[in-house]
């Protein structure tokens, strides 16, 4: 399947861009060499090969989520320079 012109034309059109036509050339022909390398490695016997999404086994890097009750609320809530309750009063931006 080769990328035409007006492939290009349509994508270009999809995306809001604007190209020159040496451009659109230009592009048509990167893209056809892309197809082409595809192709080239589609005719490699991957049978047997397992599926993988990164060359290296990845572990999960996360903490174990704990619950710490925070002493820090009253110093907050302390500092705040206007408060209702347990509620940092702000000004109103939305009308």
């Known amino acids: 399947m080769a990328v035409t012109v007006e492939d290009v034309r349509g994508v270009a059109a999809l995306a809001r861009l604007r190209f020159s036509l040496e451009e659109e050339q230009r592009l ?4 056809n060499r892309i197809l082409q390398y595809m192709d080239k490695l589609n005719e490699l016997d991957t049978e047997g090969v397992e599926p993988t ?5 990845l572990g999960n ?5 704990e ?8 110093e907050i809530l302390d500092a705040a320079p206007r408060r ?8 109103r931006i939305i009308d």
């Open 28 to 31: 048509t022909g990167e893209l």
């Open 53 to 57: 999404s990164h060359v290296l086994p």
């Open 61 to 65: 890097a996360f903490r174990r989520d």
């Open 67 to 74: 619950v710490d009750p925070s002493q820090m609320v009253t």
């Open 84 to 91: 209702h309750g347990r509620y940092i009063k702000v000004p």
